[in-house]
């Protein structure tokens, strides 16, 4: 059923080969190696000659063939395999004519290779989805192979690691999926037994449907609670450390290092606003953190990175799918964890994932936080990794749930609509397709005019809607104070003012009033679209002639704006699905005119 299958052993580093051949126990049948120039590496004899043959599993015929020299103490070899996309192939590795000296590989497949990384709704398994047990049923795909790793911390790095499945690759089919958890399932929580990823399976099929002669293989390593920082070797971390948390850090490369004598807050702000354009936008400076961090110390980061994205190093990757933050949303109480250090660390683990895997340009997509969490951590997560070249995000800002619809609580089962956005994205990022819409709305520019003597204020916003035209609000998931797109009275509250300049208290936050009313003019398809909301006399008033405006800004939003006629976070599961996407959170500093 599941193939040949080897016998597992605990992660650890390979030693010097003294009784012949051996690969990294992922490396088996069933797999996918990347098409187009594929690694294979493993261990022999000093000096060894390793001959790697690959051929058509069908009809026996010669395809490629590649030849290596096991060198160093440890005798570790590589190979380079360029094939293209071939669905079925048998590999045969040989080094020398003794024992253990020869290795087979069946049911091989060259096609693209996905790296499925984060924490625990990355490892949210595919059948506690919504309607998960139908869709485990209907999983059949001889083309969609899946790896899924044990969560595995080390100290240093490891060569091997073992799968958390009862196979090692495998294709997939109901049998190769974990059953569904049972709601009195004591362990449904921890996902230890569980796999596939189901945001990763979800966007491997949608990918699949756009390439449907690509066999594609989704390899899953994710840990339930992981903070950024244990996917983080230490040099990686210091990377991450900028001026303003105490370091010299560049952020991936995003910033200069400090120069000696001048002080962090001179240097870099924490977090940065987006910019407004031609419309006065600012820096949005958030509060300077002290320069203790990382929590737990340099030495002590970087576990789960060891133990399950090293031995994959020498792997030829199409790109990394991630799904984490909630770890780090841990506000302004934790400076070491929160979104300030977190704009910093993101993008310095890309790049540092990208130096180490050798692929400077590997796409990285990864997925905004879920309703629930903080806007200000959603934003470091774009800010940060938008620093970035061949960066892209979907978004999960209205995929929450309401308390009955959790299997498993705070882990919102609305993954096959995230899946389908994140392969919009693969789709246009990594496969330069022509998609209709792999990205919601998105605010072009803003403009606050008030009226005298402290009347109504009125924000326009102005947006980008993408193919899909026709701008329109519906409730998100989970909400209970919902909206729907055929409102007479739109809804406002995802419109709000701050007066940048009013004094916080200490240890408050600063006053969000929410617009009273609004007025949306959709737009055409692939033309802009407007916003006019209104926050009623008395409510705001400007105290230096500016305004901090936001939108979609809310930790968890119950009223969202979409692209796509009637689209909504349950599109997916629409009798004819009609699909948009949710409209890109916004927050920035204009000057307010006066009307």
Same mark, same amino acid.
């Given at each position: ?36 120039? @594929?690694?294979?590496?493993?261990? +022999?004899? =000093?000096? #060894? !000659? $390793? ?5 058509? &599993? ?106 958390? @499945?009862?196979?090692?690759?495998? +294709?997939? =089919?109901? #049998? !190769? $999926? ?5 709601? &009195? ?411």
């Amino acid at each position: 059923m599941f193939g040949l299958v080897f016998v597992l052993s605990a992660c650890s580093q390979a030693s010097a080969s003294s009784v012949g051949l051996k690969l990294p126990s992922f490396l088996s049948d069933n797999m996918v190696l990347q098409r187009g120039g @594929a690694a294979l590496w493993g261990w +022999a004899p =000093a000096g #060894a !000659t $390793i001959r790697v043959a690959v051929r058509d &599993s069908h009809t026996g015929t010669p395809l490629t063939d590649a030849t290596a020299v096991a060198e160093g103490d440890d005798g570790r070899w590589t190979a380079t395999l360029k094939l293209t996309a071939t669905p079925n192939t048998t590999i045969t590795v040989t080094s020398g004519n003794g024992a253990n000296s020869t290795a087979t590989l069946r049911n091989v497949a060259f096609g693209d290779v996905y790296l499925c990384g984060g924490q625990s709704n990355m490892e949210y398994p595919m059948a506690d989805v919504f309607n998960g047990a139908e869709e485990r049923e209907a999983s059949f795909n001889p083309m969609l192979r899946m790896l899924n790793f044990q969560d595995i911390s080390t100290p240093s790095s490891s060569s091997d690691c073992p799968s958390k @499945a009862p196979y090692i690759w495998a +294709a997939s =089919a109901p #049998a !190769t $999926i974990s059953p569904r958890s049972a709601a &009195s399932d004591p362990d449904k929580g921890g996902f230890a037994d569980k796999y596939p990823s189901a945001v990763c399976w979800f966007a491997a099929r949608g990918i699949l449907e756009a390439n449907p002669g690509v066999a594609l293989g989704i390899i899953t390593a994710a840990k339930s609670g992981s903070a950024i920082e244990c996917w983080m070797p230490p040099a990686a971390i210091t990377d991450g450390i900028p001026p303003s948390l105490g370091g010299n850090g560049t952020c991936g490369g995003t910033l200069k290092p400090a120069r000696a004598g001048i002080a962090a807050a001179e240097t870099v702000n924490v977090l940065d606003g987006y910019d407004n354009d031609d419309n006065g936008a600012v820096t949005i400076q958030e509060s300077e953190a002290d320069s203790t961090c990382p929590r737990n110390g340099i030495a002590k980061s970087g576990g789960y990175f060891n133990g399950m994205i090293a031995p994959l190093l020498p792997m030829r990757l199409t790109a990394v799918l991630w799904y984490q933050g909630e770890a780090n949303d841990v506000g302004k109480a934790d400076a070491c964890a929160g979104p300030a250090f977190y704009k910093c660390l993101f993008p310095a683990m890309i790049q540092y994932w990208r130096d180490e895997f050798k692929h400077p340009n590997l796409p990285f997509i990864y997925c905004l936080l879920a309703g629930g969490h903080s806007a200000v951590l959603r934003e470091a997560q774009a800010v940060g990794a938008g620093a970035l070249e061949r960066t892209m995000f979907a978004s999960a800002v209205d995929l929450s749930a309401a308390t009955n619809e959790y299997l498993v609580a705070g882990h919102p089962p609305r993954k096959q609509e995230l899946g389908r956005r994140v392969a919009l994205v693969a789709r246009r990022l990594v496969y330069n397709q022509t998609v209709v819409d792999d990205q919601g709305p998105r605010v072009l520019s803003a403009a606050v005019a008030q009226a005298a003597a402290g009347g109504a204020t009125t924000v326009t916003l102005t947006f980008d809607v993408g193919t899909n035209g026709q701008l329109h609000q519906n409730g998100t998931g989970g909400c209970t104070a919902c909206c729907n797109a055929s409102d007479v009275f739109k809804r406002a509250d995802y419109v709000g003012l701050v007066d940048p300049d009013r004094v916080v208290p200490a240890g408050g936050a600063p006053v969000v009033t929410k617009a009273t009313t609004v007025k949306i003019n959709g737009g055409t398809a692939g033309g802009a679209a407007t916003v006019v909301a209104v926050v009623a006399a008395g409510g705001w008033n400007a105290t230096k002639g500016r305004a901090e405006v936001q939108f979609l800004f809310d930790n968890h939003p119950e009223c969202a704006l979409y692209n796509g006629i009637l689209s909504g976070p349950d599109s997916y599961y629409a009798a004819t699905p009609h699909y948009g996407i949710v409209a890109q959170s916004w927050r920035g500093i204009v000057s307010v005119s006066e009307e």
